[in-house]
């Protein structure tokens, strides 16, 4: 990927001025500093839900008492980097994909370092089914684990979970759909090892599909947090 990188015109794909490199090395590609940290979050979030909140704390007043499960995301995927996400997806746009991993990355590792998540052991991305990763070609969960792997330095596995049955996508389904669609529809291959993973995905919506996933590890005592690029807030949060 680096090579396909270095030959891409170096213009941010939102504002479409020209990228500053600030080091030859690493080159800074598919979105500007200025875009970047624009579409961040501007406020403290509930870890639990996404609603912004004054204080910084794991969960607001309503998710404490259900302690749902943690999503560990640097922004809304509407507040502007949204489309670069979904670029990502469906028009394998991945120049941008290093630096909106990067701005996840400090975003779970200064949550780690202010005490409110603990670091997991092992990153496991959501596994498309076989036939739709023969269709698309790749995974996007796959590549943003992988590159969250190598800039963190916490091991990627991605063998324990597979998606077994083929579900339907889960865009334009409401919530009872989402759960009925993908029902049943991953298995661990192996023991789990691990006492704590993070599932890694693109974008969380209702959680419904991490939730499903969570379920197969809540078996084993396992805690699993969610990190992705961006949290889809239900309307109204924000
Ligand atoms: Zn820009
Ligand atoms: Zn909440």
Redo the contacts with the bound molecule.
């Keep these: 990927m680096a090579a396909v990188a270095a030959n891409l015109p170096n213009r941010?794909l939102?504002?479409q001025?020209d990228i500053i490199q600030y080091s030859a090395a690493k080159p800074h590609t598919g979105?500007?500093q200025?875009?970047l940290v624009a579409g961040l979050y501007q406020q403290e979030v509930c870890l639990g839900c996404g609603k912004s909140m004054p204080l910084l704390q794991v969960y607001c007043g309503h998710c404490q008492h259900i302690e749902p499960m943690l999503v560990i995301a640097p922004c809304s995927y509407h507040q502007g980097l949204g489309e670069l996400i979904a670029g990502i997806k469906y028009q394998q746009q991945c120049a941008p994909l290093a630096a909106l991993v990067q701005v996840l990355a400090v975003r779970g590792m200064d949550l780690a370092a202010r005490g409110l998540i603990q670091l997991p052991q092992v990153l496991i991305p959501v596994p498309l089914h076989r036939n739709r990763l023969k269709q698309r070609g790749f995974n996007q969960a796959w590549l943003i684990a992988k590159e969250l792997s190598a800039q963190i330095g916490i091991p990627m596995d991605d063998s324990l979970l597979v998606r077994c049955v083929d579900t339907k996508a889960q865009a334009g389904l409401n919530g009872k759909q989402r759960r009925l669609n993908c029902a049943d529809a991953f298995t661990l291959q192996r023991d789990n090892p691990y006492q704590r993973v993070a599932l890694i995905d693109d974008v969380v919506t209702t959680g419904t599909t991490v939730n499903e996933i969570s379920r197969l590890f809540a078996a084993h005592y396992t805690h699993v947090q969610t990190w992705c690029l961006a949290r889809a807030e239900a309307p109204g949060l924000l």
């Design positions: 941010c939102l504002c001025q979105v500007c200025t875009c």
